[in-house]
């Protein structure tokens, strides 16, 4: 199995920017479509966006686009979610999710292997 383990989450202003890093340990990360979902108080989890196990295909909810990329560096087992011109609405816990099996998806129910989250709070 693969661990997962967020970092980089924090307090920014509107417009800022935060980088968020996904970590994986125990298998190699190459195996892995691998996603970000974020989940604000009092709503259900939701898709951010995706990548290939290559890299070379990504995928972004509309409210998103344009605004975050989401790489990976499967030499370093890492994944991030660079997040630009950010906004009160991105304020959410956001978790780091992967699997193995699937080669697209926006559904977490999809998606085996979870971080613990890192939370995000962005200020107006």
């Known amino acids: 199995q693969v661990q997962l383990a967020e970092s980089g989450g924090g307090l920014a202003q509107a417009g800022g920017s935060l980088r968020l890093s996904c970590a994986a340990s125990?298998?190699?990360?190459?195996?892995?479509?691998m996603a970000w979902f974020r989940q604000a108080p009092g709503k259900e989890r939701e898709f951010v966006a995706a990548?290939?196990?290559?890299?070379?295909?990504?995928y972004y909810a509309d409210s998103v686009k344009g605004r975050f990329t989401i790489s990976r560096d499967n030499n370093k087992n890492t994944v991030y979610l660079q997040m630009n011109n950010l906004k009160p609405e991105d304020t959410a816990v956001y978790y780091c999710?992967?699997?193995?099996?699937?080669?697209?998806?926006?559904?977490?129910?999809?998606?085996?292997?979870w971080g613990q989250g890192t939370r995000v709070t962005v200020s107006s």
């Open positions: 990548i290939a196990r290559s890299g070379t295909s990504t």
């Open positions: 125990g298998r190699t990360l190459s195996r892995y479509v």
């Open positions: 999710a992967g699997d193995d099996i699937i080669v697209r998806s926006t559904r977490a129910s999809q998606y085996d292997y």
